[in-house]
């Protein structure tokens, strides 16, 4: 590279030769094979990543495009809200044996114990669910 700038006729090429080149100037001036290979195999794998960049776009793009579609929002959402009011609205009886302030309907704020944790997802729960387990008076 030296031998190139020095030797070089045209002035203005020269002085663009320099800058570009900088004032260090590599000591070796031949390519070692081992270097030229390694060079060539990163320069490959760096191919091979870019061409699979268009792929992955195509794998996100389809990706977003079934979540999108897979499920009509409004719909989630009108199930959503029936959800939440039929476990929200959900009433118990809450009997406590020999306590007569907790006797009486009780709702999801009410919880206290885990016999009322029980007993609202025994009657309240699982009767807003399944309308035919408070029909036919089976023990749950």
């Known amino acids: 590279l030296r031998r190139s700038?020095?030797?070089?006729?045209?002035?203005?090429?020269?002085?663009?030769?320099?800058?570009?080149?900088?004032?260090?100037?590599?000591?070796?001036?031949?390519?070692?094979?081992?270097?030229?290979?390694s060079y060539i195999r990163t320069?490959?794998?760096r191919q091979r990543v870019c061409q699979q960049f268009p792929?992955?776009?195509?794998y996100f793009t389809m990706f977003a495009y079934v979540v999108i579609t897979h499920e009509h929002?409004?719909?989630a959402a009108q199930?959503?809200?029936?959800?939440?009011?039929?476990?929200?609205?959900?009433?118990?009886e809450g009997n406590e044996a020999g306590n007569p302030v907790s006797a009486g309907h009780k709702e999801l704020e009410d919880i206290d114990s885990v016999d009322d944790v029980w007993a609202y997802i025994r009657d309240g729960i699982l009767e807003a669910f399944i309308p035919e387990l408070g029909r036919s008076g089976a023990n749950v």
């Open 5 to 37: 700038v020095t030797g070089e006729g045209d002035a203005d090429l020269r002085r663009i030769m320099t800058s570009a080149l900088g004032r260090q100037v590599a000591d070796q001036t031949m390519v070692t094979r081992e270097s030229f290979l």
């Open 55 to 58: 792929v992955t776009i195509l």
């Open 79 to 92: 199930m959503r809200r029936l959800v939440s009011a039929n476990v929200g609205g959900a009433r118990y």
């Open 73 to 75: 929002l409004e719909d």
């Open 43 to 45: 320069e490959r794998h």
